[in-house]
């Protein structure tokens, strides 16, 4: 079992800078590939990015490529995801999953889920 609580997320202007967090208790950590996932209102749960056990290797969707950077550090069993020019569009609930599979988009690979962290960018 694994227990997933994000944190930093806010208001922001288009063009800024937030860095989530998401802090894991429970199993080993490093046990797990790490993604993160965007819902906005009215739309289907989205993937963002995911990153390997390890932290060596790392995917993104298209949309946030060049903008998002996820890392990890195991030690501190946490996972973060710092975004950059942040748009409108970037608005949603921001989640953390982890998965035993590395590179995968699809939700139904995610075992844990965190509740959620509000991220809006405003125009």
């Known amino acids: 079992q694994v227990q997933l609580v994000e944190s930093g997320g806010g208001l922001v202007q288009a063009g800024g800078s937030l860095r989530l967090s998401c802090a894991a208790s429970g199993r080993t950590f490093g046990a797990y590939a790490m993604g993160w996932f965007r819902q906005a209102p009215g739309k289907e749960r989205e993937f963002v990015a995911t990153i390997s056990w390890t932290g060596s290797s790392t995917y993104y969707t298209d949309s946030v490529k060049g903008r998002f950077t996820i890392s990890r550090d195991n030690a501190k069993k946490t996972v973060y995801l710092q975004m950059n020019s942040l748009k409108p569009e970037d608005t949603a609930v921001y989640y953390c999953?982890?998965?035993?599979?590395?590179?995968?988009?699809?939700?139904?690979?995610?075992?844990?889920w965190g509740q959620g962290t509000q991220v809006t960018v405003s125009s």
């Open positions: 999953a982890a998965s035993a599979h590395f590179g995968v988009a699809s939700r139904q690979a995610y075992d844990y």
